[in-house]
């Protein structure tokens, strides 16, 4: 009994299942809504900045608050316009924002992303208003 549940894990889905007829389609707009949610669930993340800039729907290029997504051939790349709540170490959420909006996006849209800038633009004070 060992045995099977041990073969079981080691091939935890069918290949020899047919392909469903049809094609599947990720509006860019998923992939920024994906890297938004994404950066503002990091803890340090106190808001998405504007993003600079106004040329880039002729680019291939999808833009929402804070995000500019790029496609090409198949991958994806994201510049992350971001506001960090002070105090915390810019290093350190830069980093784990990379780390997170990148396995989100390859791990929700299986899209290899070949980079993800972020740009720090603005630092948040908890006495303004």
Sequence with gaps: MTKAKSKKAKTPEKT???????????APGVLVRIAQLTSL????VAAMAPVPGGVNRLFRREVGDGVRIE?????????LYLVLDYGVEVRKVSRKVQREVARALEDMVGMQVTSVDIHIEEISFEDEA
């Excluded at 020899?16 to 990720?26: K, N």
């Excluded at 496609?71 to 510049?79: E, F, P, T």
């Design 16 to 26: 020899d299942e047919p392909r469903a007829p049809g094609s599947t389609t990720i």
């Design 41 to 44: 669930s990091v803890p340090g």
């Design 71 to 79: 496609l090409s051939n198949g991958s994806v790349a994201a510049d």
